[in-house]
């Protein structure tokens, strides 16, 4: 019976540092989700030219803007490809 409490116990103090740190743990992965999420954070990415080694181009814009392109390239795509082919089937 003692053995028992005793382990219990044991149990007990190694959770116990682990519960207490979750909540904290939860509240910096909001926080950084939330500055993740800002929209008019400037985003650079690199951009390669097609067909050179050397044509690579920096391009900045927000978080928003960067969504808007991806909107707009998504709807591009799919005009395309639903777009019905020429009188000769091709």
Known sequence: MLKLICA??????????AIAQAPAAASAQTQTTAKNNDPNEKICVKE????????AKRI???RAEWADRKLQDQQELTRVQTQRSGPSGN
């Open 48 to 55: 390669e030219s097609t067909g050179s080694r050397l044509g």
């Open 60 to 62: 900045c814009m927000t």
């Open 8 to 17: 219990s116990v044991s149990v007990a103090l190694i959770a116990a540092p």
